[in-house]
């Protein structure tokens, strides 16, 4: 049976480990010590997740060493990028489908590798004239590809969990703690590399190497979803795949638990709007109530017999509406890529993301060009300096955002009786009016302003679209759902970076004779260096591009309107249709009247 335990323990069994319970065996609370333990270790496993928008601080001295181009020092950030966002619909396939722990354990392998790998590079040539050879630069890009997918794969286990415990009134708040943890992460790690390693590149790697491995494991051991109590929404909430025994198909159809199991006669179940009840907790009844095993079968069996029987007079919109009170959306797969919900909020995720990447990616340019506006030379200790400040500001604002937005949505649900959905106008706005900071500023001094938008604006985006993906598409595949579209960012910050970079370019002055990189290497960090390659005409060197982000942004603004519109509609809808079946009682369903109850 060892053998058994190591394969529970690493998620590699039909049988996964049971989730936490209170001492007497029963479902903990809703503010009980497993649900706060979860949490917490979430939010650690977040904090360790995030370093790949730290990137920046130890780019420019890992491009000096290794003596390649800025080209070749953007395609490492890139594939950072790729291992992030490329990685989500296969992190979220697997969570799914085995729970969290297997994702911890591949994200401590991941990251453990990855920034050991670059930090090897970095020291291995030390000293070294000759840039990285072909192979040596294909081997660094696959090590930063591992570093971005490990750190997503232990952030989405992290998420599931967390959204799996605890209730609709709740998740909001709760999942925007640990996505405050992911944007805060480079904030966290550049200010120590900052105290305890001043000008240390390679200590700085050994803190990216261990500091972010080992959280993910510890994630693999306490994060784990817990259970909701039936009265907080146990029925519906939860996803089985991640504990529920796989059972062979020849056993009996009494001993199964069906997790779609419509209520209604299956004639009666509305499929295609993908609503389904959810007939158990994330964990077998049995392990929590006891006696739960027999009252399950029984009210399978007795679900069956009313299916059966001659009563199949209930309407269309009827099944409908008891779907929708009963149960939830479960939609996924090809169901999921023809959704108009799926398209509607992977656009406007596009927009909002790639204009806030493209900043976040460009910001270290646009301090560099207020700088050095009208002057022949300029520092590059100081340069550093600025650049950092926005690099922390955003961070800083980023983690505030997504603790914010978390509360707001949970405020316009559950208190306004407002769909989620529109906090995306706030959301859209709020990103709208970071890119009018932008376009405006054209002192040094006041681009925090607009850093500070952006990253309230950011961190909004990303704390609010995975409660999203709740309400869209159910909670039964949140990680896969939420994988496929958090590869949107990937398309509108390539779109929106190359703009900018190209715009940059064309108002660069050129000196044939040198390049910025060679500067770098024949001048001392806190030595003046000549302003050659750069373009000298301030916020004229790229502003023509927030003209572009300002336009895609009004566009998202008004899809978001449209989106919360919709959604307010549909649940006027619903509420109407629920009425009718339910009529003063809302808990006890209206069964037809020859029905043999």
Known sequence: ???????????????????????????????????????????????????????????????????????????????????????????????????????????????????????????????????????????????????????????????????????????????????????????????????????????????????????????????????????????????????????????????RVNSSTALIGDDDSDDDMGYTHRAEPTTPAADYIPGAESSLELGVSRSMSRNRSESRRSSASRAKASAMALGQRDISGKRLFLSLDFWTATIVLSILSGTGLMYINNVGSMAQALFTEGKDTYSEAETAKQQAVQVSTISVLNCSGRIIIGVLNDLAKNKFRLPRSTCLILVAFMMLISQFIAHGVDDLAHLWQASSALGIAYGATFGLYPTLAIEWFGMPHLSENWGWMSLSPVVGSNIFSLIFGRNLDAHETHDPTTSALLLLHRQKPDEDHVVKNLCKLGKGCYVDTFKLTIGANIIALIMSAYIAWRDWRREQASGEDELEVFGNGRNNPVWDEDEDV
């Open 1 to 255: 049976m060892a053998s058994e335990g190591l394969l529970r323990f690493f998620g590699l069994s039909n049988t996964l480990p049971t989730p936490p319970t209170t001492p007497g065996g029963g479902i903990p609370g809703i503010y009980s010590l497993p649900r706060l333990v979860c949490l917490l270790a979430s939010l650690l496993v977040a904090l360790a997740a995030g370093t790949n928008y730290v990137f920046s601080a130890y780019s420019p001295q890992l491009g000096e060493r290794l003596h390649i181009t800025h080209t070749q020092l953007n395609m490492v950030g890139l594939a950072g990028n790729i291992g992030v966002y490329g990685s989500g619909p296969l992190w979220g396939k697997l969570v799914d489908l085995r729970g969290p722990r297997l994702n911890h354990l591949l994200g401590f392998l991941f990251l453990l590798i990855g920034y050991s790998g670059i930090r090897s590079f970095y020291v291995s040539y030390e000293g070294e004239t000759e840039p990285i050879h072909t192979l040596g630069f294909a081997v660094l890009l696959v090590c930063s590809v591992l570093s971005g997918a490990g750190g997503n794969g232990g952030f989405m286990a992290a998420v599931n969990a967390t959204a799996k415990s605890f209730p609709d009134q709740l998740r909001g708040s709760a999942t925007a703690i640990v996505l405050s943890g992911f944007g805060l992460s480079a904030f966290l790690f550049s200010t120590l590399a900052h105290y305890a390693f001043p000008g240390n590149t390679g200590s700085f790697l050994l803190l990216l190497s261990l500091g972010t491995s080992f959280p993910m494991l510890i994630g693999a051991i306490f994060v784990r979803p817990v259970p909701l109590p039936m009265s907080e929404g146990g029925v519906g909430t939860l996803d089985t795949s991640a504990h529920e025994p796989l059972l062979s198909p020849n056993e009996p159809r009494s001993q």
